[in-house]
């Protein structure tokens, strides 16, 4: 259940002023550096490319969060006790470690594509 309603919580936060990857991410990337945390602000206010990668990381944690939650839920109903008690931690780290992996990945390629963009913007 846990994992449901956070996946729920994620998936809420989109229709908020900012999804609630921008907070996490701005504690895991910036800490407590006001100048940092300023510039990570700015970002939000200023890049339309950000906005998108922060909503479409929520979308994917949620989402992802929620689909683990039915899976456990159909696990519990369906399998016996003993079966059911090994695959829901299975499904829980599982799932938290694929979304850990794809994050790490999608970050390295936005990354990339900035530094990409930003070698393409200096006149010849």
Do not use: C, H
């Not at 504690?27 to 990668?53: C, H, I, L, Y």
């Not at 079966?83 to 470690?97: D, E, H, N």
């Amino acid at each position: 259940m846990f994992t449901g309603v956070t996946g729920l919580v994620f998936l809420a936060s989109l229709f908020g002023a900012r999804p609630i990857i921008f907070s996490l991410g701005r504690q895991f990337t910036v800490g407590n550096d006001p100048a940092a945390q300023a510039a990570w602000k700015a970002r939000w206010s200023n890049n339309a490319g950000f906005r998108r990668v922060m909503r479409l990381m929520t979308v994917v944690w949620g989402g992802g969060l929620l689909l683990e939650a039915v899976f456990r839920v159909i696990a519990a109903f369906t399998l016996s006790v003993a079966a059911a008690s090994i695959v829901s931690p299975v499904l829980q780290v599982a799932t938290i470690g694929g979304l850990v992996v794809w994050t790490s990945a999608y970050a390295r390629i936005i990354r990339r594509r900035i530094a990409a963009a930003a070698v393409a913007a200096v006149p010849r």
